[in-house]
């Protein structure tokens, strides 16, 4: 089993309210990324580090924001939950360097914005 | 247009019947082909990873890319009800950034 944690496993909470969805892995892996899964529909990328101090957006439009100060930890944070922002979201992390490709998924937060 | 074009299904099948499930994709510079399962209330984990063109066997999986039609496909033999779940296929340039489809529910019927 691979060692991604994320916290918390569902989560509902008010328009409004800031959030920080948390992620952490233990691997030493430098690339973590941060996907939003809806049913039927695809992962998508919101947001993606390749290291401490490297963040980049994704190809999704995101409100949320991210930091990596250390290696093993990616938090995600709403300043402003929303209803739209009603989804699962998936951590993962990936070994560096060129043609490794194998993400170890968390195993997600369910997000309801009520 | 989609990068990635999956059929969601679901797919409904026997106990011990071959599946086949597959995906097309639209830019030719893909170089990496995964297939990923996820079970419901888990996270996806990697199945079967292709490099280039051709075909990959592990036990009962077989993966195959054929680069010229831009198809790739997953096929399980003597499917068992331990495999229903999503199956997603996933593809990426250099390794970096993943593209996904958006998974085939697959239940086997025991």
């Known amino acids: 089993e691979a060692d991604i944690y994320q916290t918390p496993r569902y989560l509902v909470i008010g328009t409004g309210k800031k959030i920080t969805l948390e992620c952490s892995q233990t691997?030493?892996?430098?690339?973590m990324y941060w996907y939003q899964q809806d049913p039927g529909m695809e992962l998508h990328l919101i947001h993606y580090?390749?290291?401490?101090?490297?963040?980049e957006k994704g190809d999704l439009s995101s409100e949320s924001t991210v930091s990596r100060i250390r290696t093993e930890h990616f938090p995600l944070t709403l300043e402003s939950a929303r209803p739209s922002h009603t989804s699962q979201y998936l951590c993962?992390?990936?070994?560096?360097?060129?043609?490794?490709?194998?993400?170890?998924f968390g195993q997600g937060t369910r997000l309801t914005v009520v | 247009q989609k990068e990635v074009e999956q059929d969601p299904g679901p797919l409904s099948v026997p106990e011990g019947a071959i599946v086949s499930l597959n995906c097309t994709y639209s830019?030719?510079?893909?170089?990496?082909f995964m297939w990923y399962r996820q079970y419901s209330r888990k996270g996806p984990e990697l199945l079967m990873y292709?490099?280039?063109?051709g075909n990959k066997e592990d036990g009962r999986f077989t993966a195959q890319v054929d680069k010229s039609s831009k198809y790739i496909s997953l096929f399980i033999r003597d499917s068992q009800p331990s495999d229903s779940a999503t199956y997603l296929c996933?593809?990426?340039?250099?390794?970096?950034?993943?593209?996904f489809g958006a998974g085939t529910i697959l239940r086997v019927k025991s």
């Open positions: 993962a992390s990936m070994k560096g360097g060129a043609g490794n490709t194998e993400a170890f």
């Open positions: 691997m030493g892996h430098d690339k």
């Open positions: 580090s390749y290291g401490v101090n490297s963040t």
């Open positions: 830019n030719s510079a893909f170089q990496y």
């Open positions: 292709t490099y280039s063109s």
């Open positions: 996933a593809m990426s340039l250099q390794g970096n950034k993943l593209v």
